[in-house]
């Protein structure tokens, strides 16, 4: 099998999609990405990013796959979890205090954090197409929201917060534990007994 069939082989097992990291961990010249694109057969979707014609413009993957510090949160964690029928017009990302977003493109929104707290309720979840990106889980975006209120919309703050309160799979012990690390707990407290009353 010669370079080209092996990378065509890799981009049906990722859905349409290929990184230059990939192929360049598979021991494959990234020439031949280049010879690829030249000829038809792929396009380059962003930096180290390309896809066949199958492949889908998964721009939360794309990003996922050029930075590996942000974390999507806010709007779009809430986004990926499916808690908010808003499609974001901008990313919003955490990262800690003291990196470099340099390279990030002007259409995203950045959060600092502190480094004590960056790695607070980092999952996985996936995106629309199916892979899989770093998110803030439902209970450390909640936190995030409460902290920062007055930067949210009303009506998104309210919806998210009562939405969360009948949320079968809600775990208001990690909401607690979060919300001390973060230190808002009283005003997690405040929010969680106004919404049981």
Do not use: W
């Not at 990405?33 to 889908?56: K, P, Q």
């Not at 450390?140 to 409460?146: E, G, M, Q, V």
């Amino acid at each position: 099998m010669n370079y080209i069939e092996k990378i065509r082989e890799k981009i049906k097992q990722f859905g349409g999609i290929i990184t230059s990291k990939e192929v360049k961990n598979s021991g494959i010249p990234t020439v031949y990405l280049t010879r690829m694109v030249e000829n038809g057969e792929l396009t380059r979707a962003s930096r180290g990013i390309y896809i066949d014609s199958n492949g889908d413009y998964d721009e939360y993957y794309f990003f996922h796959s050029r930075f590996s510090v942000p974390i999507f949160s806010y709007v779009s964690a809430l986004y990926l979890h499916k808690f908010t029928d808003i499609i974001p017009n901008e990313m919003e990302i955490t990262v800690y205090r003291g990196y470099n977003p340099h390279r990030i493109s002007e259409n995203v929104i950045i959060h600092y954090v502190t480094k004590d707290i960056y790695d607070l309720g980092v999952t996985e979840c996936k995106t629309v197409f199916g892979n899989l990106v770093k998110v803030y889980d439902l209970e450390r975006t909640l936190c995030d929201l409460i902290k920062n209120r007055n930067e949210v919309e009303t009506e998104l703050f309210s919806k998210t917060i009562n939405r969360y309160a009948r949320f079968q799979n809600k775990d208001l012990n990690k909401l607690y534990e979060y919300s001390k690390k973060i230190k808002i707990y009283e005003q997690v407290k405040e929010l969680m007994e106004v919404i049981y009353e």
